[in-house]
């Protein structure tokens, strides 16, 4: 078991899961089960100090999670036999019931604080306790938004910010221009509408399951401090990376689409524009999609990995992490979508040039160092919108230097 925050009242670990019986019938025992990753843990462990000292007939019991596997299954245990299937931290568990979530003490902190006091009158009086009880703490209700889960706050903001900056996938729109350039003979806005429609879709559709094979590895792998320690360095490496190929562009490791890849899509494609029916060209667009989008990955793996280990952090539930991963695959398409309705009213052939691929990998490199770092030394901070926030700004405002500053030193003199 880890050790345990808490002064007086704790014991060694045993498994009830109510108030003790015998001659300290009115004690109540809560077992705290949290993780160092987690930023609302911190904030309740304050909270249950205070309240152990205040209330002597209060025993807490502390389980860490992250470092100590055997708390994890413990945790498991308890709620399978409690009928649970939601899981997160913090957890309280008391009188045959599971809270999760904490806020502030003077909301959710209270809540907790009553509902422990009216565990300890029923065993006073010795009424039976409520089984399978559910009480999420953390709904708080807000005007014209409905009720808000403070815990998740500022996940909305870190989806749009990193599949923004994903979405701007060199690989992505080497693909479409050059398959939008083509069709542009046709001289037909409604094929190339449908057409390029389709590939956006498909493109959306692999990228999410190709995020869902993501989060439901960290899922499976749990809390384990090590996974995110792996996941924090493999997005420094991929940063490491994009950032070299904006200063040694092609040369030595690089995760831009192979020249011999690039040689088949381009068959590919011509072979497709000169599809005689709707019907094969469509066939041939999802055909050619799921194709570009496999060397796609290599471009951008390290931005969905980074953001599913964040969600299985945050302790959501299965249909809040798809929907997650819904909304940043819809922001991932906006861009090609918006290439496509641009194409089709100008039928331009617009190309992605070198040095503009080079800009976008020196800030997708950019944001994932800042991510790799903050996932690394403080992963809790990731809950935070201001350091959603500061992170693009920061990527943002250091690979406009770094652009503007090799622009200069590359323009020849007169």
Known sequence: MAPSPFRGTLAAAEPSLSSVKGDELQKVRLEFFWSKTCPHCRKAKPFLESLSRSRDWLEIRSYELSEHPENAGRFLEMAKRMGRERLGVPAFVFCNQIVIGFDETETTGDLLQHQLEECLERKTQEQPEPREKDTPLNPIPLPFAGKLDPSRHSLPALTLILAGLDSFNPCAFFVLLFLLSLMV?????????????????????????????????FRYLGEIRIVTLITALVAI??????????????????????????????????????????????????????????????CTSGFPMVFTRILTLNALSSAESYLYLALYNVIYVIPLAIIVILFSITLGSRKLTEREGRVLKLVSGMMMLGLGGTLLLAPEMLSRLETSIGLVAGALILSWAIAKGTQKASTPRG
Not at 185 to 206: P, Y
Not at 258 to 282: E, F, H, M, W
């Open 185 to 217: 003979n046709a001289k037909s806005r409604s094929r190339m509408l449908i057409i390029g429609g389709i590939f956006v879709f498909f493109s959306g559709l692999i990228y999410f399951a190709f995020m869902a094979a993501w989060l439901n590895l």
């Open 237 to 298: 490496g991929v940063a490491v990376i994009n950032i070299k190929d904006y200063f040694f562009f092609r040369e030595g490791v690089s995760l831009s689409i192979p020249d011999k890849a690039k040689a088949g899509i381009y068959a590919r494609v011509r072979n497709l524009v000169q599809a005689p029916g709707l019907s094969t060209l469509a066939f041939g667009t999802m055909v050619l999609a799921v194709v570009a989008n496999s060397y796609e990955l290599l």
